[in-house]
């Protein structure tokens, strides 16, 4: 069965999502990062916008708008922000090498395919095929976050992961209901205002907001 030009194109901005995930595992520059983010969740809003189209939810539309406006500007600016407030090294720190993270992102993709695919077919709302890109986009935003040494680039990851987990949303239910995303959108800020804190705080008491460091200081 062809698909409608709608559809497709619902189908090539959730390619965006999955593609700007991948990539922010072998990329090495934090402010660039914070750029794939931003776009990600640009991504996220034409979704929302897409799927208020495509299946009469105008609830979305107002969804959409506080994701553009929070996920895509605010939160990137404020991460941004403390980044040169902190005067944290723009260059990404691994533990893993980007070859590695780009083989395990292709392996996030291919076991939520093998997990989640053969579901798809099962649901009753059409959009459930965006499952699979959002399981996958959560796997990959768990991996950047435990694989970077950062714990500027950890924030980035949990980040991803909560955009995984609306793009869930959306394929399941629509977008488990406005006021619910509007507190996902909430706590989004919530979590960039306390990370700032926690990070200005590690920066005042150990002169360092690396990982590796900080366990150091732990023994």
């Known amino acids: 069965m062809s698909l409608g030009p709608g559809q497709q194109l619902l189908e090539v901005v959730a390619a965006v999502i999955l593609v700007t995930a991948w990539v922010s595992l072998v990329h090495r520059r934090l402010d660039a990062l914070v750029g794939l983010y931003a776009l990600q969740s640009a991504a996220m809003a034409g979704v929302a916008v897409l799927v208020a189209y495509l299946y009469d939810a105008p609830l979305l539309y107002l969804t959409a708008a506080t994701i553009a ?16 407030d902190l005067e944290i090294p723009g260059e990404v720190n691994m533990f893993v090498s980007v ?4 083989l395990a992102g292709l392996g996030c993709l291919l076991l939520a395919e093998l997990v989640v695919g053969p579901l798809t077919p099962l649901a009753q709302i059409p959009a459930a095929g965006l499952l699979p890109i959002s399981v996958t986009v959560v ?15 950890q924030v980035v990851g949990m980040l991803e992961m909560a955009n995984g987990v609306f793009l869930a949303g959306l394929a399941l239910t629509f977008g488990l209901g406005l006021l619910l995303e509007l507190g ?13 804190l926690f990070l200005y705080r590690m920066k ?16």
Do not use: M, Q, W, Y
């Open 69 to 84: 406006g929070l996920n895509a500007v605010i939160v990137p600016r404020v991460l941004l922000r403390i980044r040169r």
């Open 184 to 196: 996902v959108a909430a706590n989004l800020l919530i979590l960039a205002i306390v990370g700032r």
């Open 139 to 153: 796997l990959i935003g768990l991996f950047l976050a435990a694989t970077r040494r950062k714990a500027f680039t």
């Open 204 to 219: 005042d008491s150990f002169d360092t907001v690396d990982a590796d460091t900080l366990r150091a200081l732990e023994g």
């Open 99 to 102: 070859r590695t993270s780009a």
